[in-house]
């Protein structure tokens, strides 16, 4: 968008798309779907971005999750719990606020 007074682009930050990001939280959670179902490769071709976009999606996925685990775990002293915790809410999803 441009500003109507000095002409000079700007945008409007919006609460489901992350920050240098191009894409929503909805898409996110299609792609991810789409490449347990598929490959990273026809998943890209489909939706028409790179397979390194593809990955970093990947890769920030994981990422959240093992944050949210890490938070709702805090506290743990031993690691075997910790890893078995993380496991447990991979295979078996918990409902909690992101």
Not at 5 to 34: A, H, P, S, W
Not at 63 to 75: E, H, M, P, S
């Amino acid at each position: 968008m441009r500003c109507e007074r000095c002409g000079q682009q700007f945008r409007e930050e919006l609460d489901f798309v992350k920050k240098k990001r191009n894409y929503t939280k909805r898409f996110v959670k299609e792609i991810i779907q789409e490449v347990i179902e598929s490959d990273i490769r026809n998943v890209a071709q489909r939706n028409q971005i790179s397979e390194q976009e593809v990955e970093t999606i990947l890769k920030d996925a994981v990422k959240n999750k093992i944050k949210l685990i890490k938070r709702c775990g805090y506290g743990f002293r031993n690691f075997d719990n910790f890893s078995s915790r993380c496991f447990l809410t991979w295979f078996f999803p918990i409902s909690f606020t992101s």
